[in-house]
């Protein structure tokens, strides 16, 4: 039986800018072409939604978690300004494996923290990504500038490919570049979720409303109450509010539904 007929998972190597980046792609059951959604996780990316993976998986989609270079196994340093190139990298893989069942027309994106950022940044840039689910993600960076080196180090660094310095360098570097907030209304008429959890430690709530607000139809925006920045103690809430989005956007069928969301 092929491994498409039977769903599983499967580990992925695939290059971006001469680096190598590993994953894990969950593969859903049945033959033909299926939606595909793409789990971007934040910096340094504790929180990888490996649970979200799994429950879209058994809801017929295909879910591939990668690793941006320079972390978590993937080759090269770490570089906040290469993550959408590297997200895009991963889209281009999709596509190019006939065995993965990847429907071109039902792709997905959906990204954590850093990952909600680098999720609309690609989306505005590329539109094979039919819809955006941004989940606690920061309006601008320049909130991480009062970071010192021992905060950079003890969250980020010591996972990272890179140095509190370097790190400290690339914040600066793209908190001056377009970001969400001047992105997230290029991604209109395809659909956008905005989730924020209302205790969140990291990025304030404020930042989604932010987001929501410069978004454009079609878009919602749901706050968790209590939820802290990964969701921690609200995975279900989570799991749920995003699978069943995804289906209203009629993703999960072969073609987009023209709904209200």
Partial sequence: MSQSTAGGITGVTFDSGGNRLVGTLRLARGDGPKPTVLLLHGCPGLEQNGDLAADMRDQGWNALVFHYRGCWGSAGSYDLGTITADVLAAVDYLLTVPSFGVDPSRLAVTGHSM?????????????????????????????????????????????????????????????????????????????????????????????????????????????????????????????????????ETGLDRNAPAETGL
């Fill in 115 to 247: 990952g909600g950022w680098a999720a609309i940044s690609a989306a505005a840039a590329d539109k094979r990504l039919r819809a955006v689910v941004s989940l606690a993600a920061p309006a601008r960076l320049g909130g991480f500038a009062h970071l010192t080196d021992s905060d950079i180090e003890r969250e980020f660094t010591r996972f990272l490919a890179t140095s509190p310095a370097e790190l400290r360098r690339q914040f600066a570097e793209v908190a001056g570049q377009p970001g969400p907030l001047d992105l997230v209304a290029g991604i209109s008429p395809r659909p956008v979720l905005i989730v924020h959890g209302g205790a969140d430690e990291w990025v304030p709530a404020a930042d989604g409303r932010q987001l929501y607000e410069r978004a454009r139809y079609p878009r919602r925006y749901a706050e968790i109450q209590g939820a802290d920045h990964a969701f921690s103690q609200h995975r279900r809430d989570l799991r749920e509010l995003v699978s069943r989005w995804l289906a």
